[in-house]
Every structure is written in C-alpha cells, then in structure tokens.
C-alpha cells in the first residue's frame, strides 16, 4: 500500500523559509494527485498546493500561499516538495502529505486516500 513519509518540519521565524519534503513508497501508479495540507490547533484541516503527476504538472495553490508557497515534485525520488518562503505566524500548523488514489486534485481533504504522519512547523 502507499505509505507517505514526512521531514522538513522546524520552528522558524517570520520572514524564514522552509522546505518540506514527502517521499512515497509502495506506489505503483503513475498518474495521481498529491498535495500538502496543513491543520492548525482548533482549526479544520486545510488545503495548501497540489500537483498533478502526469506530463502537465497542473498545480494547485490556497490564495493564501500563492506567491510565498511552491510544490514541486522528484520522480527519481519519489518525492515531493513543499518550499515556503515568508512565512508568517498564522502558517504555523501541522503540515500533512496526502495522496488521491484517483482523480484530480482537490483541496478537499475527504478526497484524498493517503496521509502522511505530519510534519511541525513552527513560525514565531
């Protein structure tokens, strides 16, 4: 089965960058979503960025990172990237990988089959 595998994750302060990196194991698909999501105490779990794993990388941004957040993807790793640039205290949150098992993507994290473990990031 997909097992997703988070690290990047660190206290920072505001203005600081971070990269998140989620590497993935025992797919054997080719074409599927993956996205970052993020869930701050108190608060519902929330989209960040996808991308599409085929030839368009089509990607998906909240408005809210759009220009400070990018996703990127490794195929000879098996691995994808979330680099955060400007952070702020409001980005502080656990910060989840999630795979579909089909479909486009989606910022709705009910879509989504596969989670990582969750990263911290901390931004004061």
Do not use: H
């Not at 960040?48 to 809210?64: I, K, M, N, R």
């Not at 980005?91 to 579909?100: I, K, L, P, Q, V």
Request: proline share 3%.
């Amino acid at each position: 089965d997909v097992q997703l595998v988070e690290s990047g994750g660190g206290s920072v302060q505001a203005g600081g960058s971070l990269r998140l990196s989620c590497t993935a194991s025992g797919d054997p698909y080719t074409k599927y979503c993956m996205a970052w999501f993020r869930q701050a105490p108190g608060k519902e779990r929330e989209g960040v960025a996808a991308l599409y794993s085929d030839a368009s990388y089509e990607t998906w941004y909240s408005d809210s990172m759009k220009g400070r957040f990018t996703i990127s993807k490794d195929n000879a790793k098996n691995t994808l990237y979330l680099q955060m640039n400007s952070l702020k205290p409001e980005d502080t949150a656990m910060y989840y990988c999630a795979r579909r098992r089909y479909g486009a993507c989606s910022p709705n994290a009910d879509r989504y089959a596969y989670w990582g473990q969750g990263t911290q990031v901390t931004v004061s």
